[in-house]
Every structure is written in C-alpha cells, then in structure tokens.
C-alpha cells in the first residue's frame, strides 16, 4: 500500500510539473515572439485607440414567460489608453458608453475593460486580432421604463473579440476597421402583473458587430 501512495505521489508531482512547464511556455512564447519581430523602427510609445461600433443581437432570450429573439441593437463609443510595445502588440485600459436600443427604449451600460491588440504582420494594410475583457456599470437613464419589461437591466461582465484589417496613414496615425464578437452578462426584467414588483431573469447577451476607428 505504501509503494502505491507513493508511486500516486510521484505521478501527482510530475503532472504538477508538467502543468508548471506548460504554463511557463504559454506565458513565456508571446513575450519572445513579440521581442523577436521587433525592429529597429519599433518605437515603445503610449497609444490612444478610439472607435464607434454597431452590433446586432444573436440567439434567444427568456423573460420569465416566453423565449424571444434578441433583436437588440447596441450602439458603442469606446477610448482605449495604452501602452505598444513594438509595431505589434499593445496592451492597456478602455471605456465607453455601450446603448442598446429596442422597443422605443434605451438601456445604458459604461463597460470597463482591458484590452490586448495583436497585428499579425508590419505593412501598410495589416490584419490584427483583439480581445477586451472587463466589467459593465448599468446607468439608469430611464428608470421610469425600467419598473416594466427591460432588457440588460443588471451590470455583468462584459467580453469583445474580433478581428481587423489596419491601414496605416503615417508611423503615428492609423484607421481600423473590424468585425467581432460581444457578450454581456446582465438581465431581463419584467412584471407578471402592473401591481406586482418587477422580476429578473439572468442572461448573457451575445452580439455580433461591425467597428471603425482610428489609433494615434
């Protein structure tokens, strides 16, 4: 019995080894990689992406009653404040102001978010990949409408990813579009009856979109 408990330990601490190799790799290879395409030209700097996007709902939804398409349209501002590393990476900070707009109703959200932004190659027209990941505060602009039926009545966790093409205009001035994935953790809100209190249901929100900005 003695020699299976140990023979258990020594497989538990390779695994957990291995796990620590693995890790150290992942965490390692992209900071090489980053530090082997970097040029002469490459200048460290702090830079300001900033954007407009347009998304449109994807799948369904349950208010408490029945399921429904999530035919929301979110209308998005976003300021990023970071810091490039070379012409191929940056990583940094954003917010915005997320609007969905459904039913003659508008439901606010403010996302803040961490960003992380990869070019792919170093030419005028280059494809980039980017990832944002954060938290969004609800801003109850009409809380009188938001007693009833309402869409993303709660804050939630809030997640971007997509991919773009950058056309670069000068060594400091580029224009960026793309094409992404969102999701919002939040809620539908809703009253069975007028003299009844309202009701949530949690949701995730999941979106497709377009976005147009300019990084300098």
Known sequence: MLKIQNSMLKIQRSKLFLSFLLLSFLFITPFGFAQGLQSPKDAPRFVYPSSVALSYGLGKNFNGFNTFPNQILSVEIQQII????????FTGMGTGLDFWIYNKKVSTFIPIFANITAKL???KTSPFV???IGYAFKWYTT??????????SKKGIHFQAGLGV???FSDKVSLLFSAYYKMQQSAVQYREAEFLFPETSNQLFHFVGIKIGVLY
């Open 130 to 132: 980017f990832a944002n």
């Open 121 to 123: 190659i170093d030419k």
């Open 82 to 89: 970071a810091y490039q590393f070379n012409n191929y990476f």
């Open 166 to 168: 950058n056309l670069k």
């Open 143 to 152: 809380k009188k409408n938001e007693e009833d039926f309402f869409y993303g």
